[in-house]
């Protein structure tokens, strides 16, 4: 393995943690917000301005959310860490099996889980930024924008801020 291709499939250290942190308490938690705040948006869509175009995006929202736990389990089934390499590894020559082969295949799963980790990552992402646009959506009243207290404006101004950063984030961490 030539030290590029090392540095690129090894990626940051605690990457591999942080994926399945999203995986199984982050991304499942959000989506579950997301779809308890569907739930009271259609028992009381009366009381907002936009109940349609938030129920999109919440439903949205927990789509991406739930496809990044599974892109998450994915990603998990192909990380293979260095310790668990290297017990291959000796495991693998007491077999009689050369050490390229193990090499290979861990290469192989490497860029498997590479993969998988970028597809959870925009999946995560994306889910976040369309949640907190659904939540900005869900606080304008039925009267209209305009009709806002100043509280809620400031509740709406940091919720589209939040999207903003989330989009920002997301695309400035490529």
């Known amino acids: 393995m030539t030290d590029q291709l ?5 990626g940051p250290h605690g990457y591999s943690a942080a994926l399945e942190d999203v995986g199984t308490s982050a991304a ?7 779809l308890t705040l569907t739930t009271l948006t259609i028992a009381n869509r009366h009381d907002f301005g936009e109940p ?8 949205l929202a927990a789509l991406l959310l739930v496809t990044a736990v599974q892109f998450a389990f994915r990603a998990r089934q192909c990380h293979v860490p260095p310790g668990d390499h290297l017990s291959i590894l000796t495991l693998a020559a007491n077999a009689g099996v050369p050490a390229w082969k193990v090499t290979d295949d861990h ?3 490497a860029r498997e889980h590479k993969k ?4 959870t990552r925009h999946a995560y992402n994306t889910g976040i930024f369309f949640l907190l646009v ?6 304008i009243p039925r009267a209209g924008v305009g009709h806002m207290p100043p509280f809620r404006v400031a509740a709406f101004l940091l919720a589209i801020a939040g999207a903003g950063a989330e989009a ?4 400035c961490s490529e």
């Open 28 to 34: 499942p938690l959000l989506a579950g917000f997301a």
């Open 168 to 171: 920002l984030w997301t695309l």
């Open 134 to 139: 659904a939540l900005a959506v869900t606080l």
């Open 6 to 10: 090392y540095k690129e499939l090894l």
């Open 116 to 119: 998988w980790a970028a597809w």
């Open 107 to 109: 290469e192989r799963w």
């Open 52 to 59: 349609d175009a938030a129920l999109l995006l919440l439903v």
